[in-house]
């Protein structure tokens, strides 16, 4: 039965972008592994050693609460050497050792990068929407206005320069 448990966790752990971790009662990493690292640019037990309570001081509370006795769930999001990163982070207090915690954490960066592109077209949905009421009820005379208004508030939604935009005309 052992032996089964250990080939389903070192299956989870290598094929699946997720990681695996214990953290001391003094918030010292003391073991990782899983695929997920490979987000954060490293691989197993390289973060060993990290004092993961000073390297994420935002989510200090939330492991502070794992380590003392407590379960905690969040979610953190971040830049690594390949780009963002996001994971859904779980942490309990390892009952087993009587102190330290355990943690997984998930890869929800494609997810994340999803929701952030749905929420990014909404907006610039509601900005087109805004933009032509804005148009339709000019008076002549503004529509110039009106237009070059509307070219720097895309530029600012898309994160560019206003020169960037071209009109085209056929």
Not at 17 to 39: A, F, H, Q, W
């Amino acid at each position: 039965a052992l032996k089964k448990q250990n080939q389903l966790m070192n299956g989870i752990v290598r094929n699946l972008p997720v990681i695996v971790y214990r953290i001391d009662e003094n918030g010292i990493l003391t073991e990782s592994m899983g695929k997920g690292l490979e987000s954060y640019g490293v691989r197993d037990g390289e973060l060993v050693g990290m004092n993961v309570l000073e390297g994420f001081p935002q989510y200090r509370d939330e492991m502070e609460r794992a380590l003392s006795g407590g379960t905690t769930h969040y979610h953190v999001e971040g830049q690594g050497q390949s780009g963002f990163w996001a994971y859904e982070t779980f942490i309990t207090f390892d009952q087993s050792a009587g102190s330290g915690a355990l943690g997984f954490s998930i890869d929800t960066t494609s997810r994340r990068l999803a929701e952030k592109s749905q929420h990014r077209r909404r907006d610039l949905d509601r900005l087109m929407a805004d933009v032509s009421a804005r148009l339709v009820k000019a008076e002549l005379s503004q529509v110039d206005v009106e237009i070059r208004a509307a070219l720097s508030e895309f530029a600012a939604a898309l994160g560019v320069s206003c020169g960037c935009i071209c009109l085209w005309r056929p």
